[in-house]
Protein backbone atom coordinates (compact mmCIF):
# COMPACT_ATOMS: atom_id res chain seq x y z
CA UNK A 1 0.00 0.00 0.00
CA UNK A 2 1.27 3.71 -0.50
CA UNK A 3 1.77 5.78 2.49
CA UNK A 4 3.17 8.76 3.67
CA UNK A 5 6.52 8.48 5.90
CA UNK A 6 8.57 10.26 8.00
CA UNK A 7 12.02 9.02 7.21
CA UNK A 8 14.04 11.19 9.86
CA UNK A 9 13.70 14.29 11.74
CA UNK A 10 13.88 17.68 9.84
CA UNK A 11 13.18 15.59 6.86
CA UNK A 12 10.53 16.06 4.39
CA UNK A 13 8.14 13.02 4.68
CA UNK A 14 8.00 10.88 1.62
CA UNK A 15 5.23 8.92 -0.28
CA UNK A 16 6.53 5.31 -0.79
CA UNK A 17 5.21 1.45 -0.76
CA UNK A 18 4.94 -0.64 2.60
CA UNK A 19 2.90 -3.67 4.25
CA UNK A 20 -0.50 -3.31 5.09
CA UNK A 21 -0.62 -3.99 8.22
CA UNK A 22 -2.32 -6.56 10.34
CA UNK A 23 -4.85 -5.82 12.91
CA UNK A 24 -3.44 -6.71 16.14
CA UNK A 25 -5.22 -7.93 19.65
CA UNK A 26 -7.74 -4.92 20.24
CA UNK A 27 -7.55 -3.34 17.00
CA UNK A 28 -9.30 -3.33 13.79
CA UNK A 29 -8.02 -2.73 9.68
CA UNK A 30 -9.32 0.84 7.91
CA UNK A 31 -9.57 1.38 4.51
CA UNK A 32 -9.01 4.70 4.94
CA UNK A 33 -10.96 6.92 2.98
CA UNK A 34 -9.45 10.15 3.70
CA UNK A 35 -7.02 11.07 6.30
CA UNK A 36 -6.35 15.15 7.71
CA UNK A 37 -3.10 16.64 8.58
CA UNK A 38 -2.32 18.75 11.75
CA UNK A 39 0.08 21.35 13.08
CA UNK A 40 1.00 18.69 15.34
CA UNK A 41 2.08 16.35 12.67
CA UNK A 42 4.87 19.26 11.38
CA UNK A 43 5.97 19.41 14.90
CA UNK A 44 6.48 15.93 15.22
CA UNK A 45 8.33 16.03 11.62
CA UNK A 46 10.72 18.46 12.33
CA UNK A 47 11.70 17.28 15.96
CA UNK A 48 10.38 19.75 18.07
CA UNK A 49 7.85 17.00 19.69
CA UNK A 50 9.91 14.64 20.36
CA UNK A 51 10.00 14.59 24.22
CA UNK A 52 6.50 14.11 23.91
CA UNK A 53 6.09 11.73 20.94
CA UNK A 54 9.24 10.27 20.13
CA UNK A 55 8.79 8.06 16.58
CA UNK A 56 10.93 5.29 15.00
CA UNK A 57 11.90 5.72 11.51
CA UNK A 58 10.55 5.16 9.12
CA UNK A 59 6.85 6.18 10.44
CA UNK A 60 3.88 6.33 8.76
CA UNK A 61 2.43 10.50 8.88
CA UNK A 62 -0.79 11.31 10.63
CA UNK A 63 -3.03 10.50 13.52
CA UNK A 64 -6.49 11.42 11.72
CA UNK A 65 -8.86 9.25 9.80
CA UNK A 66 -11.73 8.04 8.01
CA UNK A 67 -13.05 5.26 6.30
CA UNK A 68 -14.54 1.52 6.76
CA UNK A 69 -13.70 -1.14 8.85
CA UNK A 70 -12.03 -4.13 6.47
CA UNK A 71 -10.78 -6.57 8.95
CA UNK A 72 -11.35 -7.16 12.65
CA UNK A 73 -8.38 -8.32 15.21
CA UNK A 74 -8.18 -10.70 18.10
CA UNK A 75 -10.74 -9.77 21.05
CA UNK A 76 -12.96 -6.77 19.14
CA UNK A 77 -16.40 -6.76 19.79
CA UNK A 78 -19.03 -4.49 19.06
CA UNK A 79 -17.62 -3.74 15.54
CA UNK A 80 -18.44 -4.81 11.82
CA UNK A 81 -16.92 -5.45 8.48
CA UNK A 82 -17.98 -2.28 6.45
CA UNK A 83 -18.64 -0.04 9.45
CA UNK A 84 -18.32 3.68 8.66
CA UNK A 85 -15.45 4.87 11.70
CA UNK A 86 -13.73 7.85 12.54
CA UNK A 87 -10.74 7.32 14.27
CA UNK A 88 -7.59 9.00 16.15
CA UNK A 89 -4.25 7.66 16.53
CA UNK A 90 -2.06 7.88 18.86
CA UNK A 91 1.14 10.11 17.91
CA UNK A 92 3.93 8.10 18.31
CA UNK A 93 2.29 5.53 16.28
CA UNK A 94 0.43 7.80 13.64
CA UNK A 95 -0.28 5.46 10.56
CA UNK A 96 -3.53 7.83 9.00
CA UNK A 97 -1.99 9.21 6.01
CA UNK A 98 -2.11 5.66 4.31
CA UNK A 99 -4.07 3.52 2.23
CA UNK A 100 -4.88 1.14 5.17
CA UNK A 101 -4.43 1.69 8.90
CA UNK A 102 -4.43 -0.47 12.03
CA UNK A 103 -6.51 1.29 14.66
CA UNK A 104 -7.11 0.66 18.17
CA UNK A 105 -10.86 0.30 19.22
CA UNK A 106 -10.11 2.55 22.17
CA UNK A 107 -9.95 5.69 19.72
CA UNK A 108 -12.07 4.53 17.16
CA UNK A 109 -16.01 5.77 16.98
CA UNK A 110 -19.32 5.42 14.54
CA UNK A 111 -18.52 8.49 12.14
CA UNK A 112 -20.97 11.21 11.75
CA UNK A 113 -23.70 10.26 8.77
CA UNK A 114 -24.22 14.08 7.90
CA UNK A 115 -20.47 14.66 6.65
CA UNK A 116 -18.62 12.72 3.92
CA UNK A 117 -16.67 9.74 4.92
CA UNK A 118 -13.49 10.98 3.87
CA UNK A 119 -14.08 14.66 5.29
CA UNK A 120 -15.33 13.50 8.62
CA UNK A 121 -11.31 12.43 9.25
CA UNK A 122 -10.79 16.78 10.08
CA UNK A 123 -12.71 16.04 12.74
CA UNK A 124 -10.65 14.09 15.26
CA UNK A 125 -8.07 15.90 16.64
CA UNK A 126 -9.49 19.69 15.58
CA UNK A 127 -12.56 19.20 16.63
CA UNK A 128 -11.83 17.45 19.95
CA UNK A 129 -9.04 19.73 20.73
CA UNK A 130 -12.42 22.53 20.36
CA UNK A 131 -14.61 20.55 22.55
CA UNK A 132 -11.83 19.66 25.30
CA UNK A 133 -10.82 23.97 25.44
CA UNK A 134 -14.86 24.99 25.20
CA UNK A 135 -16.61 22.50 27.01
CA UNK A 136 -14.52 20.52 29.51
CA UNK A 137 -11.43 22.77 30.42
CA UNK A 138 -13.70 25.97 30.25
CA UNK A 139 -16.90 25.43 30.86
CA UNK A 140 -18.46 28.10 29.33
CA UNK A 141 -21.41 29.07 30.44
CA UNK A 142 -24.22 31.85 28.48
CA UNK A 143 -23.57 35.42 28.73
CA UNK A 144 -19.44 34.72 28.67
CA UNK A 145 -16.97 36.25 26.08
CA UNK A 146 -14.47 34.37 25.10
CA UNK A 147 -11.17 35.01 22.72
CA UNK A 148 -10.03 32.70 20.12
CA UNK A 149 -7.15 33.61 17.83
CA UNK A 150 -6.52 32.53 14.72
CA UNK A 151 -10.97 31.51 14.53
CA UNK A 152 -10.45 30.32 10.75
CA UNK A 153 -8.09 27.56 11.95
CA UNK A 154 -8.75 23.97 12.00
CA UNK A 155 -8.91 24.37 15.62
CA UNK A 156 -10.92 28.15 16.18
CA UNK A 157 -13.71 27.49 13.62
CA UNK A 158 -14.91 24.44 15.76
CA UNK A 159 -14.16 26.67 18.95
CA UNK A 160 -16.57 29.53 17.23
CA UNK A 161 -19.19 27.05 17.46
CA UNK A 162 -19.05 25.21 20.28
CA UNK A 163 -19.12 28.71 22.04
CA UNK A 164 -21.52 29.81 20.24
CA UNK A 165 -23.69 27.22 20.82
CA UNK A 166 -23.03 27.51 24.88
CA UNK A 167 -24.41 30.99 24.57
CA UNK A 168 -21.26 32.80 24.90
CA UNK A 169 -20.10 35.71 23.22
CA UNK A 170 -16.90 34.92 20.42
CA UNK A 171 -14.54 37.44 20.03
CA UNK A 172 -11.78 36.20 17.25
CA UNK A 173 -8.07 37.46 15.56
CA UNK A 174 -8.02 36.16 11.86
CA UNK A 175 -6.33 37.02 9.18
CA UNK A 176 -7.88 39.29 6.02
CA UNK A 177 -8.31 36.46 4.47
CA UNK A 178 -10.05 34.21 7.35
CA UNK A 179 -12.72 36.84 8.60
CA UNK A 180 -15.61 35.95 6.18
CA UNK A 181 -14.92 32.27 7.49
CA UNK A 182 -15.00 33.45 11.02
CA UNK A 183 -18.49 35.34 10.80
CA UNK A 184 -19.75 32.60 9.11
CA UNK A 185 -18.98 30.08 11.61
CA UNK A 186 -20.73 32.61 14.33
CA UNK A 187 -17.88 34.86 15.81
CA UNK A 188 -19.88 38.03 17.26
CA UNK A 189 -16.42 40.19 16.56
CA UNK A 190 -13.58 39.51 14.19
CA UNK A 191 -10.39 40.98 14.28
CA UNK A 192 -7.69 41.43 11.76
CA UNK A 193 -4.50 40.82 13.57
CA UNK A 194 -3.02 42.15 10.41
CA UNK A 195 -4.24 45.76 10.92
CA UNK A 196 -5.40 45.72 14.63
CA UNK A 197 -3.98 45.43 18.01
CA UNK A 198 -6.77 42.86 19.23
CA UNK A 199 -6.16 44.14 23.15
CA UNK A 200 -7.89 47.49 21.71
CA UNK A 201 -10.82 45.36 20.75
CA UNK A 202 -11.15 42.83 23.31
CA UNK A 203 -11.84 44.01 26.31
CA UNK A 204 -12.62 42.03 29.68
CA UNK A 205 -12.67 38.74 28.08
CA UNK A 206 -13.42 35.39 30.71
CA UNK A 207 -11.50 32.99 28.59
CA UNK A 208 -8.61 33.14 25.60
CA UNK A 209 -7.81 29.78 23.85
CA UNK A 210 -4.41 30.63 22.13
CA UNK A 211 -2.71 28.16 20.30
CA UNK A 212 -0.23 30.50 19.02
CA UNK A 213 1.82 30.94 22.52
CA UNK A 214 4.82 33.44 22.91
CA UNK A 215 3.92 37.35 22.54
CA UNK A 216 0.48 36.66 21.62
CA UNK A 217 -0.51 34.70 25.03
CA UNK A 218 1.39 37.46 27.10
CA UNK A 219 -0.70 40.13 25.35
CA UNK A 220 -4.02 37.71 25.84
CA UNK A 221 -3.43 38.07 29.99
CA UNK A 222 -4.38 42.12 29.04
CA UNK A 223 -7.82 41.31 27.92
CA UNK A 224 -8.67 38.59 30.86
CA UNK A 225 -11.06 40.08 33.34
CA UNK A 226 -9.53 39.02 37.12
CA UNK A 227 -10.09 35.17 37.79
CA UNK A 228 -10.22 34.88 33.65
CA UNK A 229 -8.85 31.42 31.86
CA UNK A 230 -6.03 31.38 29.37
CA UNK A 231 -6.20 27.85 27.72
CA UNK A 232 -2.74 27.25 25.31
CA UNK A 233 -3.01 24.64 22.88
CA UNK A 234 0.77 24.98 21.55
CA UNK A 235 3.23 25.27 24.69
CA UNK A 236 2.60 25.34 28.24
CA UNK A 237 2.13 28.69 29.59
CA UNK A 238 3.52 30.84 32.13
CA UNK A 239 1.51 29.88 35.20
CA UNK A 240 3.26 32.05 37.41
CA UNK A 241 3.38 35.03 34.95
CA UNK A 242 -0.54 34.51 34.72
CA UNK A 243 -1.73 34.52 38.42
CA UNK A 244 0.45 37.51 39.33
CA UNK A 245 -2.20 39.22 36.90
CA UNK A 246 -5.08 37.17 39.11
CA UNK A 247 -5.52 34.84 35.94
CA UNK A 248 -5.46 30.81 35.61
CA UNK A 249 -3.40 29.24 32.86
CA UNK A 250 -3.61 26.14 32.08
CA UNK A 251 -2.30 23.69 28.89
CA UNK A 252 -4.52 21.76 27.00
CA UNK A 253 -2.69 18.24 26.60
CA UNK A 254 -4.97 16.51 23.99
CA UNK A 255 -5.95 13.10 24.04
CA UNK A 256 -8.77 12.11 21.65
CA UNK A 257 -10.83 8.51 22.98
CA UNK A 258 -13.14 7.01 21.37
CA UNK A 259 -16.37 8.72 23.96
CA UNK A 260 -14.82 12.27 22.88
CA UNK A 261 -14.73 11.21 19.35
CA UNK A 262 -18.48 10.12 19.42
CA UNK A 263 -19.22 13.10 21.01
CA UNK A 264 -17.60 15.55 18.30
CA UNK A 265 -19.29 12.70 15.22
CA UNK A 266 -22.52 13.66 17.07
CA UNK A 267 -21.97 17.65 17.00
CA UNK A 268 -21.33 17.22 13.21
CA UNK A 269 -24.60 15.05 12.38
CA UNK A 270 -26.06 18.27 14.41
CA UNK A 271 -24.97 20.44 12.46
CA UNK A 272 -21.02 21.10 13.58
CA UNK A 273 -20.02 22.72 10.12
CA UNK A 274 -16.35 21.50 8.95
CA UNK A 275 -14.53 23.65 7.24
CA UNK A 276 -11.95 22.34 4.49
CA UNK A 277 -9.02 24.12 3.38
CA UNK A 278 -8.33 21.70 0.27
CA UNK A 279 -8.40 17.93 -0.61
CA UNK A 280 -5.16 16.56 -2.13
CA UNK A 281 -4.62 13.04 -3.49
CA UNK A 282 -2.09 11.12 -1.64
CA UNK A 283 0.37 10.91 -4.33
CA UNK A 284 0.48 14.66 -3.88
CA UNK A 285 0.67 14.31 0.50
CA UNK A 286 4.61 15.20 0.97
CA UNK A 287 2.65 18.76 -1.01
CA UNK A 288 -0.12 19.38 1.17
CA UNK A 289 2.32 18.74 4.53
CA UNK A 290 4.34 21.62 3.21
CA UNK A 291 1.29 23.55 2.46
CA UNK A 292 0.64 23.07 6.14
CA UNK A 293 3.42 23.81 7.43
CA UNK A 294 3.13 27.56 6.01
CA UNK A 295 1.09 28.40 8.57
CA UNK A 296 -2.03 29.93 6.29
CA UNK A 297 -4.37 26.43 6.15
CA UNK A 298 -7.78 27.76 6.57
CA UNK A 299 -9.59 25.15 7.93
CA UNK A 300 -8.44 21.02 7.18
CA UNK A 301 -5.98 20.07 4.64
CA UNK A 302 -7.15 15.90 3.92
CA UNK A 303 -5.63 13.79 2.13
CA UNK A 304 -7.37 11.26 -0.28
CA UNK A 305 -5.80 7.63 -1.03
Do not use: C
Amino acid sequence: MKALQYTAYGVRPVVTDIPKPDPGPGEVLVLVAGAALNPLDVKIGAGHAKDFFPIAFPSVVGTDLAGTVERIGPGVSGWNIGDAVIARTDPISGGAVAEYAAVPVANLAAAPAAVPLDLAAGLATAAGTAWQAVVEMAELQPGQTVLVHGGAGGVGGFVIQFARKAGARVVTTVSPAGAEIARKLGAHHVIDYTTTDFRVEARHADVVIDPIGGDTETASLDVLSPGGLLISLNVPPDVERAAGRGIRAEFLFHSTDADRLAKVAAAADEGLELVVDRIVPLPDAAWAFDHLAEGHAKGKVVIQP
